[in-house]
């Protein structure tokens, strides 16, 4: 009872400045309601799937972050759609949407959007995937992926996050249901696009990265020392590949 | 905190700060709630339009350039430009495509058009929400290519005694005054002032104007007596910032919407029992016919207005409105649809009298276009090809779960039957004189769905499902079954069922009621003038009279000090004095106006 008591006497005490503050504050919360703001049913974007209703089939998560993110969704006029919630089915290569309300989530009509953009629920950037964008790439297991652009550039560098079901599998428990499932595991493949339009395939390791430039190996392992140049993890590669760009401007006759 | 307070509080400023602080948060407060319920005193954006002349003859087209002045960088991305008469009949309407805030194009004027004034007037779509008076108005004159006794210009005609006793000189008419503003000269010449006929001209137009600024112009070369410079006086000041606003915010009056990314279909929905019932968060498609299943959707508004922004693909196609049964409730409500065209002021023509040399030129100007519609001519315009542009679609669906052919089986007579012999997905019920149509969920493979699918015919959903029942196999090219649990932004459908036919069927005999049919949205492509050039056209062309009134016409052309426009063309087989106009716009916004003679002799 003291403690309620002391608070209101405070609160009352600081009144002025309570007024004051809240003073201040209205024309920001005022300038912040939107008057044309939509309605419940706009604002659903407007984009075409079909419901679904996920079943847990593996260990593992089949999407490339668990959580649901915001972003957008890139229509194939090059319209951008703003999401709320979405994520990656890496395991079908799929965009999942989910609206607030709605029974089940959407798996959007892939062949109806170019690509999306999907906020890092880590970190504050958008993962730009695009459909087919790298043309004929050996070693694609699918002809229509969503592939994530990292880089582009005279040479650019694209991945595909997918996930692999391993033949690993343990017991998991679904709904007092004990099952044998099979574990999923990621599947990255980084591609690296060469200026004359040649595909490589690689992973996020310096000797993959220097191999993926035969015949200048040794050369290329040298200016790297040089530059200190590491490539041990996905962003690491992409800063190689930025740093590759802007060393072949400077030193155009490398490769040659 | 507390020390800054305290030394405040010390010096005295404490309350002084406090209260100004407050004053300008109150302030703040103030402009936003006034800036809810009033509108900006005049339009954010004008429009200005120049004419290649000011009088015309039926069957003569009207070259236009139309410019854009605003300071806004997401401006309108298309211009109204109306032709009406003195009965406030709309002739011809054109929606102009803006490119960097410039158009231009031309409107062929009908020979069924009557002699008289004409108004020429632009505006953007946001400019609908102000009088008229703020739209940009030019004022025309038309004669009927057989219309020999122009009694509608003739009881015009001055009493050459008046004008003189006014210190008037009898007979003439003014010449068109050069507008330049300040620091700009623009500067027209020729390489001579007489010419023969088909004689070569080398026109030049230069500039001087401040460093830095760019004069955006339009040139029209034309026989003197088609410009009527009485007519542009009578081109009204601009808008009245005293006069009553159309657009006044929650009053239920529709508001247009600045056209940024392509034309705006703006209407409303009305409750026909209670017109105050506004009917907010109502969905309300818009469909076409069409070979794909696509369609496209908006909400009204709390005022229970929508808008749609027209996307490409329904350019020039007849468009479907119809609100959807399952957003509203009660009584199937009204739709009104704005007309773009619809301008809310009269036009009374010109009032003033006309100079007594006038009617004779436009007898001569009668009897040039006719023997030009009597022969092949070697002038003209030309409408550019249009850019091939991607269309996407809104489509529904990418590819359906299955197609039916009915064409591959046996004919079968009615689409009931179809749908049993040949669409196993498909379950169709009558009970009551009502069809029922259920589809297989196919994420179960055997289960229907507990309520009806989207159904279309030729991509317009249908409310009256008896005509489908009466296709045969010969009217039904494919059914597309999409039997999924389907949504389309805020759309659910549990299946999709869409029917294309061979032949056209009229959408009014099978679409839900209410509906209400637009007329297509037909996007202007730009027109040049062509002129004929002597270097290249052969002998044959000797044979062909070249009455042309027009010389020369550039709608679009930019200059500065330091580039000029210097360019060919050549008179023609009439010979009269003929006038350069040189028509533009600064970059400071500034109009302009300079004008140039030369004489033909042959």
């Given amino acids: 009872m003291l403690f309620v008591y002391r608070n209101i006497t405070q609160l009352f005490s600081r009144l002025p ?23 419940d049913h706009s604002s659903y974007p407007v984009l075409a799937g079909e419901i679904v209703f996920p079943e847990v089939r593996y260990s593992g998560s089949p999407y490339l972050f668990d959580r649901f993110t915001g972003g957008y969704v890139v229509l194939l006029p090059g319209e951008q759609v703003a999401v709320d919630y979405m994520r990656y089915d890496a395991l079908n290569d799929d965009l999942m949407w989910m609206q607030p309300g709605e029974e089940g989530l959407v798996r959007i009509d892939k062949k109806l959007i170019a690509g999306f953009g999907l906020q890092h629920p880590w970190q504050d950037s958008l993962m730009w995937f695009y459909r087919n964008a790298v043309a004929g790439v050996g070693g694609l297991s699918c002809g229509d992926c969503f592939l994530q652009v990292l880089h582009e550039g005279n040479f650019s560098l694209y991945a595909r996050r997918r996930k692999r079901i391993t033949s690993r599998s343990e017991t998991i428990t679904v709904g007092g249901q004990s099952q044998q499932v099979r574990i999923l595991d990621d599947d990255f493949l980084y591609m690296l696009v060469t200026p004359d339009g040649q595909t490589k395939t690689m992973r996020p390791t310096r000797r993959s990265f220097i191999n993926a430039f035969p015949g200048h190996t040794r050369d290329l392992r040298r200016v790297m020392r040089r530059y200190n140049i590491q490539v041990s993890q996905d962003k690491e590669l992409t800063e190689a590949v930025k740093w590759l760009n802007a060393f072949i401007e400077k030193e155009p006759g490398f490769f040659e | 905190m507390h020390n800054f307070l305290f030394h405040l509080r010390k010096r005295g400023l404490y ?70 008469n003195t009965r406030n009949e709309i002739i011809s309407g054109v929606i102009a495509p803006l490119n960097h805030k410039t158009s231009y194009g031309s409107i062929y004027l009908a020979d069924t058009l009557s002699t008289g004034f004409y108004q020429l007037i632009a505006y953007t779509g946001e400019m609908r929400n102000y009088p008229a008076d703020c739209f940009y108005t030019q004022t025309l004159f038309i004669a009927n290519r057989f219309d020999t006794t122009l009694e509608n210009l003739l009881e015009l005609e001055e009493d050459p005694y008046d004008n003189q006793d006014q210190g008037g000189e009898p007979g003439t008419y003014a010449t068109p005054e050069p507008i330049l503003p300040d620091h700009t000269i623009i500067r027209i010449s020729t390489d001579k002032e007489v010419y023969g006929r088909r004689e070569p001209v080398q026109l030049t137009v230069g500039a001087e104007m401040p460093d830095g600024s760019t004069a955006d112009m339009s040139v029209s070369v034309t026989a003197k007596h088609t410009i009527w410079p009485f007519l542009h006086e009578e081109t009204d000041g601009g808008c009245d910032r005293d006069a009553d606003r159309q657009w006044s915010g929650d009053d239920g009056v529709l508001v247009y919407p600045r056209e940024k990314n392509g034309p705006v279909i703006a209407g409303k929905l009305i409750s026909k029992s209670d017109e105050k019932n506004k009917l907010a968060n109502v969905r309300v498609i818009l469909s076409s016919p069409d070979t794909l299943t696509a369609i496209m959707y908006a909400h009204t508004n709390e005022q229970g207005h929508f808008y749609f922004t027209l996307d490409p693909t329904y350019f020039g196609r007849d468009l479907y409105l119809v609100p959807d049964h399952g957003t509203y409730a009660g009584e199937a409500p009204g739709i009104v649809v704005a007309d773009p065209f619809a301008i809310h002021s009269s036009f009374e023509g010109h009032t003033g009298s006309i100079s007594v040399e006038l009617p004779p030129l436009v007898r001569e100007s009668q009897d040039v276009v006719v023997v030009q519609k ?20 809104p489509r529904l669906y990418s590819e359906p779960v299955s197609v039916v052919r009915p064409a591959r089986y046996m004919p079968l007579d009615n689409f009931r039957e179809i749908a049993r012999e040949i669409m196993p997905s498909v379950r169709i019920r009558q009970q009551n004189e009502d069809w029922h149509i259920r589809l297989v969920n196919d994420q179960t493979a055997y289960t229907f769905f507990d309520s009806a699918p989207g159904v279309f015919l030729n991509s317009m959903p249908v409310g009256k499902l008896d005509v489908l029942m009466d296709f045969t196999s010969e009217h039904i090219r494919s059914v597309e079954v999409h039997n999924l649990p ?25 679409l839900p009621e209410p509906f209400y049919a637009l007329p297509p949205v037909i996007m202007h492509g730009k027109s040049t003038y062509v002129q004929p050039d002597y270097r290249t056209l052969g002998s044959e062309a000797d044979r062909v009279p070249d009455f042309r009134q027009l010389l020369y ?10 580039k000029e426009l210097s360019t060919l063309f050549y008179t023609g087989d009439l010979e009269g004095t003929y006038a350069i106009i040189v028509r533009g716009i600064l970059d400071t916004g500034a109009v302009f106006q300079a004008i140039h003679y030369f004489e033909v002799k042959l």
């Fill in chain 1, 17 to 39: 400045c309570t007024l004051a503050v809240a003073c201040f504050l209205l024309p920001g919360w005022l300038y912040s309601q939107d008057p044309g703001r939509l309605n």
């Fill in chain 2, 15 to 84: 309350a002084k700060s406090m209260c100004i602080g407050l004053l300008i948060s109150l302030m703040l407060s103030g402009i936003y709630v006034s800036g809810m319920n009033q509108v900006h005193p005049v339009p954010d954006e004008q429009v200005i339009l120049h004419t290649d002349r000011d009088a015309y003859v039926s069957g003569e087209e009207l070259f236009f350039r139309v410019s854009l002045i605003t300071q806004c960088d997401q401006h309108s991305s298309l211009v109204y430009i109306a032709l009406r």
């Fill in chain 2, 374 to 393: 009597a022969f092949e001519t070697l002038h003209g315009s030309f409408v550019s090809e249009k850019e091939h542009e991607h269309r996407f679609p």
């Fill in chain 2, 486 to 510: 389907w949504r389309y932004g805020s759309m659910r459908f549990d299946g999709i069922l869409s029917v294309f036919t061979h032949d056209h069927y009229d959408p009014a005999t099978f």
């Fill in chain 2, 553 to 562: 016409w550039n709608p679009q052309q930019v200059i500065n000090e330091e």
